[in-house]
């Protein structure tokens, strides 16, 4: 298990705990590094005066016991309380609700707390409320019905994100790597595709990356077929320079770490005492943020969007 903590305002970083496996050691902390870095920029591009961490845990080839995912959430939590509060954990990818509460048995420094204890709650609905408001932003603000969107990926958030864009009159296609999923493809009406590498190139006016990371490549960017893509889905971009191939190839991206910031947005707002109007407030603003982002783009939305969230953490 690894915590990273790519930098702190006021002495505080916050970003989720994420379970999953990891070829190596190394790929764990790569991977943990890279998301802290994430965080940080999109605190910052919300204007959320926190600096940005994370964690993960490795999960073993075979699923562990409960016995045994217990003792490594209890170990995670007294690595998080060595930091001494300049790590706030909170739910991420591979952890629930009943972790977070868990954890806090162990330490103080946990966010995302039940909402009958006054806490956000799973952060997951407010990502994919946060993600359906850059999807409008990146087409226009105009309305979503008839609008063909694919969603690749259909855990927590793209579920979420499924039904909104469902609930709007979006024409959905949807893919998962769990062909369970498809439950819900039936449920909402849409077309399901079973290879979700494959659904990433289908006609469409947008696609909403919603899993793992990395999707965008060199390999995968000449093979879109929509013109926006905007999704949940951190680190998107297998490296900085996929933003300057996304731009040259006419494909509007919304940085990641400016459209899935409702989840944070949520969970840091407990630091000051939960307040979901407030919250509801700062995640419409995503649009607001997004337009300037793509009002400003010259080289890449990645730039641009850089560029804003460096001026954001100059006056936090």
């Known amino acids: 298990m690894a915590v990273a903590v790519h930098r702190t305002i006021a002495g505080r970083s916050l970003g989720g705990c994420r379970m999953w496996h990891y070829a190596t050691a190394d790929d764990a902390v790569a991977d943990v590094e890279r998301l802290a870095s994430s965080m940080s920029s999109k605190a910052a591009a919300a204007g959320l005066g926190i600096g940005g961490g994370k964690g993960v845990v490795a999960l073993p080839d075979t699923a562990p016991d409960p016995e045994q995912r217990r003792d490594a959430l209890h170990d995670f939590a007294d690595l998080v309380e060595s930091f001494g509060g300049r790590y706030f954990t909170a739910q991420d990818v ?14 103080d420094y946990v966010t995302g707390h039940p909402v009958e204890d006054g806490g956000s709650g799973d952060p997951s609905p407010y990502t994919a ?76 006016d947008l696609i909403a990356p919603c899993a793992l990371g990395g999707v965008l490549d060199e390999e995968s960017v000449p093979r879109l077929n929509a013109p926006v893509v905007a999704g949940a889905a951190n680190n998107q971009l297998a490296h900085d320079g996929i933003g300057e191939l996304l ?70």
């Open 94 to 107: 591979g952890v629930t609700l009943e972790d977070v509460v868990f954890m806090a048995g162990f330490t």
């Open 129 to 204: 409320h946060g993600v359906e408001i850059a999807i409008r932003a990146s087409l226009g603000g105009r309305p979503l019905e008839g609008r063909r969107i694919v969603v690749v990926g259909l855990g927590h958030v793209g579920g979420e994100l499924a039904r909104r864009l469902a609930r709007a009159g979006a024409r959905l296609a949807v893919s998962d790597v769990d062909p369970r999923r498809r439950e819900l493809a039936d449920e909402l009406g849409a077309e399901w595709v079973a290879d979700p590498a494959e659904a990433l190139f289908l006609d469409a």
């Open 247 to 316: 731009h040259d190839r006419g494909v509007l991206w919304a940085p990641d770490f400016v459209a899935n910031a409702g989840g944070l947005i949520a969970v840091s707002d407990e630091l000051h005492g939960f307040d979901r109007a407030r919250v509801e407030r700062r995640i419409a603003a995503i649009g607001d943020t997004l337009g300037e982002v793509y009002a400003r783009t010259t080289t890449s939305t990645l730039a641009a969007a850089k560029e804003l969230a460096a001026e954001r953490l100059g006056t936090a």
